[in-house]
Nanobody, 123 residues
Framework: QVQLVESGGGLVQAGDSLRLACAVS????????VGWFRQAPGKDREFVAAVSSSGSTIKYADSLKGRFTISRDNGRDTVYLILNNLKPDDTAVYYCAARPTAVSTSAKEYGYWGQGTQVTVSS
């Protein structure tokens, strides 16, 4: 059973930073592309960032580019998402997801999902 476990969320103030982690097990991690998505209350799940299996291709949501940074450590089977200069609008549950073949910005193309980690940003 493929497992993705997110961690690192919490309650922070506007302007603070967080580092989220997505630990992946039960798959050959180096062969999988990983994406981060988020879902705020009452809103659809939206793409945040994604990294290819090799780490050579990285994609960001245009609105988040410059504040968020995705990276992966294939030695630790973990993908990280650094969130800088957080804003109240960043409040959401953050999910990581994995898929083979190519990196994608579409949630429906990911077959494996974690349970999510809550990020709450106060003003």
């Amino acid at each position: 059973q493929v497992q993705l476990v997110e961690s690192g969320g919490g309650l922070v103030q506007a302007g603070d930073s967080l580092r989220l982690a997505c630990a992946v097990s039960k798959i050959t991690f180096r062969l999988y592309n990983v994406g981060w998505f988020r879902q705020a209350p009452g809103k659809d799940r939206e793409f945040v960032a994604a990294v290819s299996s090799s780490g050579s291709t990285i994609k960001y949501a245009d609105s988040l580019k410059g504040r968020f940074t995705i990276s992966r450590d294939n030695g630790r089977d973990t993908v990280y998402l650094i969130l800088n200069n957080l804003k109240p609008d960043d409040t959401a549950v953050y999910y990581c997801a994995a898929r083979p073949t190519a990196v994608s910005t579409s949630a429906k193309e990911y077959g494996y999902w974690g349970q999510g980690t809550q990020v709450t940003v106060s003003s």
